[in-house]
């Protein structure tokens, strides 16, 4: 008999039949323990299922890459052709699958193409699988004097037919990762992201469930892609399955045509998909990919420092003196990290000049930036500076004098996005440049911390060099500039922002330390943005500011205490010109910044938990201890709803057995309640079972909108 691979990891299995041509998944979810041969192979046996009529002679079995050859009408595993032939890949073994533990890796051959194909699939100790490829055109190819073109490869697994529902994301600037539900029906639901990164419409994690599954229920089934630029993600049924699975999860990068051509001993590697497993709704996918990122070696270990933003509190209105007086109210308050905003540099007095010119404005800064950032150390913060070099306005001295550097057509560079066009960083003169640039700036101030912007799309994103497709190659570039200036620079952290939260994806996490999840700091709007931004990331890597009392972005006036409570379990700083401030709101503002620097041990460790509320306009996030003895929980209401009462609401994730004492935390202050007299509890110290407040709940006032409640747990 052919092997059979058992991966067991986390609560999880996956059972892989090794069988050619192509090796199949037999199971892939609940850990199934230890199966020995006779289990497996009776396995394999009740997976085959029934021929029907008008039908492919023998039963239809999905592979890990399906083709046309399996008798698969979907969506073929990978594509590509030789000038117009070739296009019918049949891949089979050029040696035996090798097991290492829990990685199994499967080299196969492709004779219609003339492609070798290394899957790697790993089930990782935290039950995430990490399924990658890499397509080698091998030298001895008899058409070595024509390209390959290949056209991209899907990463993917099946789902069972108990899977009928899609859980994935779609968005705008500003209102970024809004959940979408859809039963899943036969044919294809393809989300093709053109944008040249993620988008902040991105699909972002894509699952599939049991009917009605939620934040603490059903059983799940999700893929996230480690990629910035291009991707394609697929859930697919047919009327016809392939064999037991009823529809495939898939994710891959999109590539262009012609975007990688192969030619002899040239070789495709593609982007890692992450598959979870959950049978404890949402939260599980969620507990699954944050232990993972906790565990990296890079993954920030100090305490996240609590930043002072300048954008939203003087624009580009860079003036020293004020500056400095900024600089000085953020170390009064507790402030760790002081972050310069854009503006700084050459010609930059609005958004329409300058980017690309990477030397600090004399004009407005006759000094530099030194006096600002010796200023900043002095009161003892770290200094962050703003940059976007992945972007250039033509009104600067980079296109004038390299019009080669930007990413577009020779023949016209086409619309401006933002005023602004794309900065080819896969030209090794323009990626030399930037280096080199950004490196210097680091050096002379010290700089400890980056705000990487990328605000506009990649579109007819081609070499002004060679005419060819530039995406795949420009996010390459991009990993590989992150990668130097962290070598060079070791310490140095660095945001991922996008024009908000438009490029978040583990890819670039393996290179960053935290993630601006909107540029919308309306807590109203920034409930869901980050509720589901914690879906895939942990809070620690989320920035949250307190902005104005008036949005930037939406005109909605918000009380100061449900602009904290809102920024409060994540990484926490303050967009707000801290100079126009009265007294009793500096205190106010010290008092909650101590509060959260108490809790953020908590945040960066703590499990995320959301409570199923049936009232869409009310919200529970909470984060429990891994010991499960102290909890801070965040009920927020954005507007009102039909009931006069919130009635109970229950805190997951506690521990039944102990008793917790509850208090309402006021160092952020105290929201507004709507009615006469609030619960009684509200104004006691209680204590009660974890049992209880897990199983019964809370009779939760009701809050006016735009209203947080907050909440802390200690153990007794």
Request: charged residues 25%.
């Amino acid at each position: 008999m052919s092997p059979i691979a058992l991966l067991r990891a986390a609560g999880v299995s996956l059972v892989l039949d090794l069988a050619g041509p192509v090796p199949a998944v037999l199971h892939w979810g609940a850990d199934l323990g230890e199966l020995d041969r006779a289990d497996l192979e009776a396995l394999r046996l009740t997976g085959v299922t029934e021929v029907p009529h008008n039908s492919p002679e023998v039963p239809r079995r999905l592979s890990l890459l399906p083709f046309e050859r399996d008798m698969w009408p979907g969506t073929p595993g990978y594509a590509g052709h030789l000038a117009g032939t070739r296009t019918t890949p049949r891949p089979e073994p050029r040696a035996d699958a090798v097991v290492t533990g829990n990685v199994v890796e499967i080299p196969l051959a492709d004779p219609i193409t003339g492609l070798e194909i290394d899957v790697r699939v790993e089930l990782n100790r935290f039950g995430l699988i990490e399924l990658s490829h890499v397509v080698r055109r091998p030298a001895g190819d008899a058409d070595a004097d024509v390209p390959f073109d290949f056209g991209g490869i899907l990463a993917q697994l099946p789902v069972p037919s108990r899977a009928t529902e899609i859980l994935d994301f779609t968005g705008r600037w500003a209102r970024e990762r809004q959940p979408q539900r859809l039963p899943v029906v036969d044919g294809a639901h393809r989300r093709d992201m053109r944008r040249g990164k993620p988008g902040p419409g991105s699909p972002y994690l894509t699952m599939v469930g049991t009917h009605g599954f939620a934040g603490r229920t059903g059983e799940v089934w999700g893929v996230h892609l480690a990629w910035s630029g291009d991707t394609t993600w697929l859930v697919e049924r047919l009327p016809e399955p392939a064999g037991a699975a009823s529809a495939v999860l898939a994710a891959g990068e999109l590539l262009r045509a012609g975007e990688v051509r192969l030619g002899p001993g040239e070789q495709y590697t593609s982007p890692t998909a992450f598959f979870g497993w959950s049978d404890r709704g949402t939260d599980g996918i969620a507990d699954r990919f944050h232990a993972y990122l906790r565990a990296r070696a890079s993954h920030p270990a100090r305490p996240r420092p609590v930043i002072v933003n300048t954008w939203e509190a003087v624009y580009f209105d860079h003036r020293l003196e004020p500056l400095l007086e900024l600089v000085d109210r953020a170390a009064e308050i507790g402030a760790e990290r002081f972050v310069l905003d854009d503006g700084w540099f050459l010609g930059r007095r609005a958004d329409n000049a300058g980017l690309g010119d990477w030397r600090v404005d004399r004009t407005v800064w006759k000094d530099g930036l030194g006096p600002l950032a010796d200023r900043v150390r002095e009161r003892g913060l770290e200094f962050g500076l703003w940059f976007e070099p992945e972007m250039v306005n033509l009104d600067s001295e980079l296109a004038r004098n390299h019009p080669e550097w930007i990413l577009a057509p020779a023949e016209g560079v086409g619309p401006a996005e933002r005023q602004q066009y794309v900065v080819n960083v896969a030209h090794p003169d323009a990626y030399e440049y930037l280096l080199s640039s950004i490196s210097d700036l680091v050096a002379e101030y010290g700089i400890a911390y980056i705000k990487w912007d990328h605000n506009r799309l990649l579109q007819e994103a081609v070499s002004r060099v060679d005419g060819r497709p530039g995406v795949s190659a420009q996010t390459h570039a991009v990993y590989r500039l992150f990668d130097a200036l962290r070598e060079r620079h070791p310490g140095l952290e660095i945001e991922s922002c996008s024009s908000g939260g438009g490029r978040i994806d583990l890819g670039i996490l393996a290179r960053t330390d935290r993630v601006w999840a909107s540029d919308c700091i309306d807590p109203v709007e920034r409930v869901l943005i980050d509720r589901w931004t914690m879906q895939l990331l942990p809070p620690e890597l989320v920035g949250m500011h307190v902005g104005a009392p008036r949005s930037h972005t939406t005109a909605r006036e918000t009380d100061l205490s449900f602009r904290m409570a809102s920024a409060l379990l994540g990484h926490a700083g303050i967009e707000w010109n801290l100079n126009q401030r009265s007294p009793e709101e500096l205190a106010l503002i010290t008092s909650w910044i101590g509060f959260h620097k108490s809790i953020r041990d908590l945040v960066a460790s703590g499990t995320v938990v959301h409570a199923d509320l049936a009232d869409a306009a009310t919200t529970l996030t909470g984060v429990v201890a891994p010991e499960r003895d102290h909890a801070v929980f965040v009920y927020s209401r954005t507007t009102t709803s039909p009931s006069t009462q919130s009635g109970r609401v229950v805190l997951p994730g506690l521990e039944p057995s102990r008793k917790y004492a509850v208090r309402i935390v006021t160092e952020a202050g105290s929201p507004a309640y709507g009615a006469r007299v609030a619960p009684p509890w509200t104004g006691e110290s209680v204590v009660l079972a974890g049992s209880a407040l897990s199983g019964v709940g809370l009779a939760m006032p009701t809050l006016h909108p735009a209203q947080a409640l907050v909440l802390e747990l200690r153990a007794q």
